[in-house]
């Protein structure tokens, strides 16, 4: 919940326009479907959504059942069955109403307790948190949810292949922050943030609690064993570097990161493509996927 950040923005801007809101998410599914247990879709008091739950029809109809929701102060759930032909499965999902008038209740504190699990009656509503970490399920009439930020990456450089890079990762709903010595503002507009820093050797001086990954895409042979030794005294789980073999094994030699199953040189799944696009699309892959244990 909320690891889009997307999602995160239009809640936190629908609270605070004073607008009330529905969280409609999944709770159940059998057979095939196209959103699994814990993904949501956001619905203010305006009818404008954000998030994807599966067809233009089954978005319409949490629009309308949203508005009924409001309107009645309660919470609801409803299944989605497919025609048996379809091949698709069944969905179950759970309608939660908040407002502007009670402070958001739940949905305020949830805000608040990041990396805790939400759990929530399907029946009436009521919520309860835990600092255990539950994948989403739903067990008898409670459904448990962690309540998980975006995705943060960092980036190292500024130049016009780091584009690309960012137009993906924000699709991916990640948070994005750019750093470089001399931040070429041009290419990193789309970017969530930018730490400019004065030479190489600040990158000390950052906080990197806050971020999940970093790939360094400055190559520079003067910067980047610099940004290397300091994002390995971090937690990040996903370490990325650009440049050739030859280059980037003397890097792993360095550092003694030959068997390091956390950093990535070069950077990237190797997928045929040899553009910007195409490398800012493997990288994103890489990142996916190591997120996913598929590496």
């Known amino acids: 919940m909320f690891a889009d950040k997307q999602l995160l923005r239009f809640v936190k801007r629908s609270m605070q326009q004073g607008l009330d809101l529905v969280l409609a998410g999944v709770i159940e599914t059998r057979g095939s479907t196209y959103a699994k247990p814990g993904q949501v879709l956001a619905v203010n008091a305006k009818g404008r959504a954000c998030g994807v739950l599966g067809s233009p029809g089954l978005h319409r109809q949490i629009i309308d059942l949203s508005h009924e929701v409001l309107q009645s102060r309660s919470v609801r759930q409803f299944e989605s069955s497919p025609d048996d032909s379809s091949g698709h499965g069944q969905s179950r999902y759970l309608l939660h109403p908040f407002f502007h008038s009670e402070g958001y209740g739940a949905l305020g504190e949830a805000l608040t307790r990041f990396g805790q699990t939400w759990i929530r009656s399907v029946e009436d509503g009521h919520s309860r948190f835990s600092d255990e970490k539950i994948s989403p399920r739903l067990a008898n009439t409670e459904f448990y949810q962690t309540i998980a930020r975006p995705y943060s990456l960092l980036i190292f450089g500024s130049g ?118 195409s490398i800012a699309l493997s990288i994103c892959a890489q990142i996916e996927a190591g997120r996913n244990q598929k590496l």
């Not at 789980?237 to 199953?261: A, P, Q, S, V, W």
Request: aromatic share 6%.
């Open 160 to 277: 016009a292949h780091v584009t690309t890079l960012i137009v993906i990762a924000n699709a991916m709903g990640w948070t994005t922050t750019v750093v470089d010595t001399k931040i070429q503002e041009a290419f990193v507009k789309e970017a969530d943030h930018l730490i400019a820093l004065k030479t190489a050797r600040e990158v000390d001086s950052i906080d990197l609690t806050p971020y999940d990954a970093a790939v360094i895409l400055s190559h520079s042979a003067q910067k980047d064993p610099l940004y290397l030794e300091a994002l390995l005294s971090s937690e990040m789980t996903y370490i990325g570097m650009m440049g050739n073999k030859t280059n980037m094994r003397r890097m792993k030699e360095r550092f003694n990161l030959t068997k390091d199953r956390r950093f990535f040189a070069p950077v990237g799944l190797d997928i045929g493509g040899k553009g910007a696009e």
